[in-house]
């Protein structure tokens, strides 16, 4: 089974460089043409399945794809939540009182989801739902921190490891999930 990650394509400018987590934001212009290219790349794949967060601005990236499949939109692709430091720069959350003291620390402190909830909901949704689909080439159409975290998941490296790994606008990165190591992971 092939799984094409898909990070949604440049927000509006207000947006950018903050923790947006569960906003509802849109694509800006230019996001959306990063879109529509990166549309016409994937119109040669041929894909089983599509999921995709059910926010603004993954919907609006899969809307430049013009693929013709059914498509399960789903909270459980979201980003993590950051509660009420949504919206913020990283210099705006330390000017709440806040201090950057290494990774982990950093998103624990902040306010919102539990990062090992967030995790478990990435794992669980992939395995459980995901990689049980009878479907072997899907489309995932979501945002940078599931993408790190599934792949802090898939390669087993912390959570700081996978995020050292920028994973830009409107980019791409396919992974294999293998059905019966999936099966021997749940053992």
């Not at 003291?101 to 967030?118: A, R, V």
Request: proline content about 1%.
């Amino acid at each position: 089974m092939t799984i094409t990650l898909v990070r949604h394509g440049e927000v509006e400018e207000a947006f950018r460089g903050k923790y947006n987590g569960h906003s509802d934001i849109a694509l800006s212009l230019y996001g959306k043409s990063q879109a529509k290219e990166l549309g016409k790349k994937l119109q040669k794949e041929k894909f089983d399945k599509i999921y995709c967060s059910d926010l603004r601005r993954t919907r609006e990236t899969l809307k430049e794809f013009s693929l013709k499949l059914p498509t399960i939109f789903t909270r459980k692709l979201r980003e993590k939540s950051w509660g009420i430091h949504e919206g913020k720069s990283f210099e705006e959350i330390e000017a709440m009182g806040i201090k950057y003291k290494n990774f982990m620390q950093w998103i624990e402190d902040l306010d919102g989801e539990d990062s090992t909830l967030y995790k478990e909901r990435i794992r669980e949704y992939f395995y459980e739902v995901i990689a049980k689909d009878n479907a072997q080439n899907i489309l995932v159409v979501t945002h940078a921190g599931v993408i790190s975290t599934l792949l802090s998941i898939v390669n087993r490296c912390s959570l700081e490891e996978a995020f050292n790994t920028k994973i830009e606008y409107a980019s791409l990165t396919k992974i294999s999930f293998d059905p019966v190591l999936i099966k021997l992971n749940e053992i």
